[in-house]
């Protein structure tokens, strides 16, 4: 009888720890939830007053002269970006598959650690160290400069997604391609490669939306332009930098098109994460 009792009130606080884990859960995800649609939220009532066909397709105006926009900024973020990815996409896929494959031992332990360590390291820095090795040598700011240092805060992202993703690949896969008689290396580009590319694409979107509201690298390396610049040896302007420089000014107009700028890189962002869920969701159906 005695034992039975306990057990009951055993099972009682059992439960009752349950039901306040729960809510404990709920109260922070809706906290943190909370607090991203108050962000948003905010960010679209400032920047929608600014977002209209000027602003998408102007230049800058000088200060005193209305209007003006961010279409040099946009498509000079773009080809940085775009320049960035060229650079982190394969040396970054191609370690992520060599840890993968060959993932014991001294160096790949080493690499991955490496890797973890650059994961963590603030992009202030590695702007420095852009700054260090292209800019000051060359005494030149260019949006090639940018784009190493974006490549470089990309490289983490994309190793890792990669590792996993080739991990993910059942193993029965391999095994069967190479009891067809294909080699290691044919079985790696022809069968897992294929069987894992979309999560290697989702790492990729995920990595590009990790630098694209980057600012610190910029300030070292692009350097911004008021002016339309499509050679990436030159500085360029570059939107989070625009939008850095317009906010710190003390024009009131500028303001508002910072908070425009702010409003065109979530949107990039939210677009970029909502094609990284999709091709997950691609893989998981496949």
């Excluded at 209209?52 to 102007?58: A, D, E, H, I, S």
């Excluded at 303001?255 to 094609?275: D, P, T």
């Amino acid at each position: 009888m005695v034992v039975a009792v306990r057990a009951d009130t055993s099972l009682r606080v059992r439960h009752a720890r349950s039901i306040a884990g729960v809510f404990v859960t709920a109260l922070c995800a809706g906290s943190a939830a909370a607090a991203l649609l108050l962000i948003l939220g905010y960010v679209v009532r400032a920047g929608a007053q600014a977002i209209n066909v000027p602003f998408l397709t102007q230049v800058p105006h000088p200060v005193g002269v209305t209007g003006g926009g961010v279409a040099n900024a946009i498509v000079g973020s773009a080809i940085t970006v775009g320049i960035a990815t060229v650079m982190a996409a394969p040396v970054g896929v191609l370690t992520g598959v060599y840890l993968a494959t060959f993932g014991r031992g001294v160096v790949p332990s080493s690499i991955r650690f490496l890797s973890d360590v650059l994961a963590g390291v603030p992009s202030i820095a590695i702007g420095l160290f852009a700054y260090v090795v292209l800019v000051a040598p060359f005494k030149h700011f260019s949006a090639l400069s940018g784009s190493f240092a974006f490549a470089v805060l990309m490289l983490p992202v994309v190793i890792r997604t990669t590792e996993e993703a080739i991990r993910s690949v059942p193993t029965t896969i391999r095994e069967g391609a190479l009891a067809l008689g294909l080699s290691l290396y044919a079985t790696t580009i022809f069968v897992v490669l294929p069987a894992a590319r979309s999560a290697i694409v989702t790492g990729l979107l995920l990595a590009i939306a990790r630098v694209t509201g980057e600012t610190a690298p910029l300030l070292f390396t692009a350097f911004g332009s008021q002016f339309w610049e499509l050679n990436p040896n030159n500085p360029m302007a570059q939107l989070p930098l625009q939008i850095f420089n317009y906010a710190i000014s003390p024009y009131p107009l500028w303001h508002q098109q910072a908070w425009g700028g702010a409003l065109i890189l979530i949107v990039v962002v939210l677009i970029l994460n909502a094609l990284a869920r999709a091709a997950l969701k691609t893989r998981v159906i496949r």
